[in-house]
């Protein structure tokens, strides 16, 4: 008689083998029972078997509704990434995206490896994930949180709506698909543990909302999910969205301790309770001038009518000879301290040259620092490259171009710098100029000027902000914004305090041109008096 072989692929394999042991272990044991050579004895067996189709009956069911679950999953994915494939740039420019595509990668497919684990084609799946993970680029966990910091930057900055990010909304545009109630409760997870408390509220309250619309709400596997931020929620000191959702869970299971807990504590004295955990900002976080900057980049400070009365738009010539033929279109931001862009400055074939250059040299960007010559912090995202002007005519170009323009001795330049802000960049307010004279470049001097080559554009955000002038310049392909960072006594001009809006939807990329003081004595002379009290009371931060 050949054997009858049953070969279980199911990931729960470990699942049917566990409840067929624990109901044999069950059944009352029969001490050298030989059931071949009589009847008797064989009813036991039957009944054996009664167990055993009863939990394997289970088992099926089961694996019907992971693979539906599974299936479900694979389709999700599959639109997710299709709607990826057919314009990849525009996908990935949008930090809603990415932050999803970090959470797959890094959150989500570990899951999909643990529910295959036990199948016999797990083994190929698990060799080829090892073989991925050392051959192809995965994010780190940093980078994970570095993705949930940018979404509450963004939503911090431009005072984006919970409901409206999660519905694949920026700022009213819809760029993307709807996060899922779990993207939503692991993000509002990663805030808490990055202590962003007020936003960490609205994401786990609007996981709670998506969940509630799911037709599997009320399945108890959820239960755990809905404790977990009713206990958040309660030490956020949201005490009425709390007591909801325990209430919910218990009306289902009186037995959950944990939702116990919570409505307990809630009903306890307030005195008794524990402090609400709040999100306390750094000293410059609260600053005015912060929360200017902030307001800036949203548009709800702009240049008055004052200030916009005597600026012009007009064609400059420098009385340069090629420029007499071919002026450069120059437009006024501000004529004290000197702030102007310089449209249509370097051409398409121009830009992508740099581009192509800086990539493969991209490193995170630095500030200076009072005790390290540089270091990479949160007040700065974005990635830079520095390039020498002589490595290529067309950067030997742009130096020209400036000198034509402006007049100013370009012979002594620190490197061009290409800097790419990818999610979320951004580098909070600062100034150019070095205030430690000691960390100057040596021989260069202090920048007296910068010129910041805009090489793409950017959907949304990434204006340069300059919070003390109250006007911000969005970036458009081919301009060049210049401005004097120097008195002409060679002290700083604090009014020139700039910034990078945070990107909100695309990818920017720039070339900073900083043009130094050592050679300037004749192209922009001393004036015969002190020309520099008008901005001191704009170097103390409040």
């Known amino acids: 008689m050949n054997k009858i072989r049953w070969k279980f692929t199911s990931p729960t394999i470990h699942l049917l083998i566990a409840t067929c042991t624990c109901l044999l272990l069950s059944l009352p044991c029969q001490a050298q029972i030989d059931y071949f050579s009589s009847i008797s004895g064989l ?88 073989e991925y993970r050392e051959t192809l680029s995965f994010p780190s966990t940093e980078d994970f949180r570095a993705s949930a910091a940018a979404l509450a930057r963004l939503q911090e900055t431009y005072h984006l709506d919970t409901t409206q990010i999660a519905g694949g909304f920026l700022n009213g545009v819809k760029y993307g698909t709807s996060m899922t109630w779990q993207d939503c409760f692991v993000l509002g997870k990663q805030l808490f543990h990055l202590e962003e408390y007020n936003h960490t509220k609205m994401w786990l309250k609007e996981s709670m909302q998506r969940l509630s619309r799911e037709p599997y709400y009320r399945d108890p596997h959820t ?48 005195g008794e309770r524990k402090p609400t955990l709040t999100t306390n900002p750094s000293y410059y976080h609260q600053t005015e001038e912060f929360e200017t900057y ?24 420098n009385n340069h000879p090629y420029r007499l033929i071919a002026p450069l279109k120059l437009e006024e931001h501000s004529l004290d301290p000197l702030v102007v862009t310089f449209h249509d400055f370097i051409d398409d074939t121009k830009i992508a040259t740099i581009k192509y250059m800086a990539e493969p040299r991209m490193q995170r ?25 002589q490595e290529h005519d ?53 920048r007296i000027a910068t010129a910041i080559f805009y090489l793409s554009e950017v959907e949304q955000g990434g204006a340069t902000a300059f919070p003390n002038l109250k006007f911000a310049i969005k970036p458009k392909k081919g301009n060049v914004l210049f401005w004097y960072n120097l008195h002409r006594t060679l002290e700083g001009d604090y009014r020139t305090r700039h910034a990078a809006c945070p990107v909100l939807k695309g990818s920017k990329w720039i070339a900073n041109v900083w043009i130094n003081d050592i050679t300037q004595p004749f192209t922009r002379p001393c004036l015969l008096h002190q020309d520099d009290e008008i901005s001191k009371p704009y170097a103390t931060i409040v």
């Open 43 to 130: 009813e036991n067996l039957l009944r054996t078997e009664e167990y055993l189709l009863q939990s394997f009956r289970e088992y099926v069911r089961a694996s019907k509704q992971h693979l539906q679950t599974l299936e479900s999953e694979l389709h999700r994915i599959e639109m997710e990434y299709a709607q990826a494939a057919r314009n990849a740039e525009n996908y990935l420019t949008n930090p809603v995206n990415v932050y999803r595509l970090m959470k797959r990668l890094t959150n989500d497919w570990t899951i999909y490896e643990e529910r295959v684990q036990s199948d016999e084609a797990a083994q190929t799946f698990l060799r080829q994930m090892n």
């Open 223 to 270: 239960f755990d999910y809905v404790e977990d931020v009713a206990k958040s929620l309660l030490n956020l000191g949201d005490l009425e969205t709390a007591l909801k959702l325990s209430d919910d869970v218990l009306s289902l299971d009186p037995t959950r301790s944990t939702a116990k807990y919570v409505k307990n504590t809630i009903l306890t004295p307030v």
């Open 294 to 317: 902030k307001k800036v980049c949203r548009g709800e400070i702009t240049a008055s009518p004052t200030q916009l009365r005597p600026l012009r738009c007009r064609y400059e010539t």
């Open 365 to 389: 960007s630095t500030v200076r620092d009072v005790v390290t010559l540089s270091k990479a912090t949160d007040f700065r995202i974005s990635k830079n490259a520095w390039l020498g002007y």
């Open 394 to 446: 067309y950067m030997l170009g742009m130096l020209r171009d400036l000198h034509d323009i402006t007049g100013l001795d370009v012979t002594r330049c620190e490197k061009l710098q290409v800097a790419n802000y990818g999610l979320g960049g951004h580098y909070e307010p600062h100034w150019d100029f070095y205030l430690d004279t000691e960390r100057m470049p040596e021989g260069l001097g202090n």
